[in-house]
C-alpha cells in the first residue's frame, strides 16, 4: 500500500512558558500556513537553537502550543551542533539532548528536549484498520527512486486527527531522492 512522504525540517515545539519567555508576556504565536496534520501550523515565529559547539538560526516554531518544549533535528544537523541526540517518537523526551533556545526577548535552556524523530506514519484509527495497521507498531517501507532502498523502523501513529502522510527528516528525505508528496510503499 502507498503512502506519501511528509519531509520535516528542523523545528521546535514550544509551551506556553517557554513562548513568553522567547517572545514576550502572554505572547502568541501568529500562522504562517498550515501543515497536513489537522489543527498543526508552522508559525512566522523561528527561534535559533544553540549547543556548546555551534548554533542554527532561523529554526521555525510549529504550533499549536504543546504541554512540553521539543527541538526536533536531523543527524546532519546534530553533528553540527556536537550533540548526539536519541532517535525518540514526539514527546519522549527523558535522558534527551540538552539545548539552548534564543528567541527575540529571552533565552531558555532546556535540560532535555532535542531529539530526532522517529521516522512515522500517522493515520487515523478507521484507516489502520482499513489497511490491516490498527494491530501495527512498525513497518517498513520501500522506496523506488534512482537511490531507493528500504527503510525500516517506521512508526505507525494512529490517532483520530491524523492526515495519512509518513514523515522523514531531511537527512532520510535526501538520502533517498525524496520530497514532499512522493509515494513509498509500505510493507510489512
Do not use: W
Not at 531529539?115 to 482499513?130: D, G, M, N, V
Not at 501495527?136 to 502522510?165: F, N, P, Q, R
Amino acid at each position: 500500500m502507498k503512502v506519501t512522504i511528509g519531509v520535516s525540517n528542523h523545528h521546535v515545539h514550544l509551551t506556553k512558558e517557554a513562548t513568553d519567555i522567547l517572545f514576550g508576556q502572554d505572547y502568541q504565536l501568529t500562522k504562517l500556513r498550515d501543515v497536513n496534520q489537522p489543527g498543526q501550523f508552522a508559525a512566522n515565529e523561528k527561534v535559533t537553537i544553540k549547543s556548546p559547539k555551534s548554533i542554527i538560526e532561523n529554526v521555525r516554531v510549529l504550533g499549536p502550543i504543546r504541554p512540553y518544549n521539543q527541538v526536533e533535528i536531523s543527524k546532519t544537523d546534530a553533528i553540527k551542533l556536537g550533540l548526539n541526540p536519541p532517535i525518540r517518537d514526539s514527546g519522549d523526551l527523558k535522558g534527551s539532548s540538552p539545548i539552548t533556545l534564543i528567541g527575540p526577548k529571552g533565552q531558555l535552556n532546556l535540560e532535555e528536549g532535542c531529539i530526532i524523530a522517529t521516522r512515522h506514519i500517522h493515520i487515523t484509527p478507521l484507516e489502520a484498520k482499513e489497511k490491516g495497521l490498527i494491530d501495527t507498531k512498525e513497518v517498513k517501507v520501500k522506496v523506488e527512486s534512482e537511490k531507493g532502498g528500504i527503510l525500516d523502523h517506521v512508526h505507525i501513529k494512529i490517532a483520530e486527527k491524523s492526515y495519512y502522510e509518513m514523515h522523514i527528516d531531511t537527512d532520510d528525505a535526501n538520502a533517498n531522492l525524496l520530497v514532499n508528496g512522493s509515494e513509498v510503499e509500505i510493507i510489512k
